[in-house]
Nanobody, 121 residues
Framework: QVQLVESGGGLVQAGGSLRLSCAAS????????MGWFRQAPGKEREFVAA????????YYHDSVKGRFTISRDNAKNTVSLQMNSLKPEDTAVYYC??????????????WGQGTQVTVSS
């Protein structure tokens, strides 16, 4: 099992930056694909970014390519999401998740509690 705790959310103006972190506990972190998802009010949860076990294969939703960067540190059991050039439409609750297959959303079965990101215009 993997327990996940997100941090780093907050209020930022459009064009600004935030860095989200996710601390994981459990013996299976280094063998898990890790992802970030988000859910805006009234919308379904959507994929944002994911990274393979080794950290050498990141994937991004088209809407965040070039602005967001996902990274992981298997020695520290952490995964991060650096968000630059934030837009009001990035406003959502962001969730960290662990799964068995990096590109298969349904494989993400462990979830954090979420952290709010609000981007003002």
């Amino acid at each position: 099992q993997v327990q996940l705790v997100e941090s780093g959310g907050g209020l930022v103006q459009a064009g600004g930056s935030l860095r989200l972190s996710c601390a994981a506990s459990g013996r299976t972190f280094s063998s898990s694909a890790m992802g970030w998802f988000r859910q805006a009010p009234g919308k379904e949860r959507e994929f944002v970014a994911a990274i393979s076990r080794s950290g050498d294969s990141p994937y991004y939703h088209d809407s965040v390519k070039g602005r967001f960067t996902i990274s992981r540190d298997n020695a520290k059991n952490t995964v991060s999401l650096q968000m630059n050039s934030l837009k009001p439409e990035d406003t959502a609750v962001y969730y960290c998740a662990a799964g068995s297959r990096v590109v298969v959303t349904a494989s993400y079965i462990y979830w954090g509690q979420g952290t709010q990101v609000t981007v003002s215009s």
